[in-house]
């Protein structure tokens, strides 16, 4: 039973750092689209303004989900991190430069240096979602089983290519709701519309690709495909779908915070339904949640843990949020620093 509730918290992690670190590599992905230094300067404002105050708190949750794969479930961790440890390492690359990229090129002064840490934080955007979406697929396609030893086919199959489409295409979809968003708080009607207009594309190819992800897992990963196709997670996906609608129907209004929800809603529902469909198993037909949790005394501790943890963390997260979205981080002017006190 706690093993249950403990892999429970383990998709909930999951989806959280797929909506939150998800919105972020988004803003990178338009960052990199858009376009050189005089036609992208004002993306790339608010960009930088946008993601400022938030983007290193959104690691919080990858960082809970590795606690509670290695803690709670180590023969999940020790599995996929030696079968996948390329496409895992080369997206653990990736988030340390797209880092130092972001928190490099605003204060440097040499154009040719913003424009070298400017593109490093934002290919890397788009490089590390997809090679996580890669180690998914590896996953969800069966290929991926205690003792497997790591190769390209491992996460280089069908499934895998795709999922890494989808979380690019998620992630884009994500940061062009919220930057739409920022836009309107920001007082720049302009980029309302211009992050408007790809949120709606990205949401259309990311239906695209849902429906080749449907076609592929068929053939691919028919465990998670039978899972999808039935009980909760049909439900989820149905869900994820009206969530869309909801969004697009927000989005041909004034962009606003219900249609950031709605936005969260589809990638929630969507990660929840992968989740669903592998029931039982945390690797499917190979490894259950109960053959790879640890032992119960590890569990109980780590759900003790998990709560002091929700109850000290979650109430700061919450507010730092709620002071982004207000205007009560934005940076001071050099003439409001210059002012005397």
């Known amino acids: 039973m706690t093993a ?49 105050p938030v983007w290193e708190v959104n690691n919080v949750w990858l960082i809970f989900v590795l606690v509670i794969m290695w803690t709670g479930f180590p023969v999940l961790f ?85 999922f890494g489409l989808v979380a690019v295409a998620t992630t884009a979809f994500l940061g062009a709701v919220f930057l739409a968003g920022d836009a309107r708080r920001f007082d720049a009607p302009d980029l309302v519309g211009y992050f408007r207009r790809r949120a709606l594309g990205s949401l259309a190819v990311l239906t695209v690709l849902a429906v080749v992800t449907g076609f592929v897992t068929h053939e691919d990963a028919p465990y998670v495909w039978h899972g999808l196709t039935r009980g909760l997670g049909l439900f989820f996906v149905v869900l994820a779908g009206v969530a869309a609608l909801v969004t697009v129907w927000l989005l041909l209004r004034t962009p606003g915070t219900w249609v950031r929800v709605a936005a969260v809603g589809v990638v929630a529902s969507a990660v929840v339904a992968w989740g669903m469909a592998q029931r039982p198993y945390l690797l499917p037909t190979s490894l259950s949640v109960a053959d790879a949790a640890g032992a119960p005394s590890t569990l109980t501790w780590l759900a003790i843990v998990t709560l002091v943890a929700l109850l000290l963390v979650m109430p700061a997260v919450v507010l730092l949020y709620w002071l982004d979205t207000h205007g009560e981080l934005e940076e001071l002017s050099d003439s409001e620093l210059r002012k005397p006190q």
Request: net charge positive; aromatic share 10%; charged share 15%.
């Open 4 to 52: 249950d509730l403990i892999a429970v918290v383990l998709l909930l992690a999951v989806t959280a750092y797929t909506c939150a670190g998800g919105t972020d590599y988004g803003a990178g992905f338009w960052d990199l689209t858009a376009g050189g230094t005089e036609r992208g300067r004002r993306p790339r404002w608010l960009i930088d303004h946008a993601m400022a």
């Open 78 to 162: 020790q599995t996929v991190f030696s079968a996948m440890w390329l496409p895992l390492a080369l997206a653990a690359v990736g988030m340390v430069l797209r880092g130092a990229g972001f928190a490099f090129r605003k204060p440097t002064r040499r154009l040719a240096g913003r424009r070298l840490y400017g593109a490093v934080f934002a290919v890397a955007s788009v490089v590390t979602p997809f090679f996580l979406g890669a180690a998914v697929g590896g996953v969800a396609s069966e290929r991926v089983a205690p003792g497997t030893t790591a190769s390209a086919d491992v996460w280089a199959g069908p499934t895998s290519v795709v």
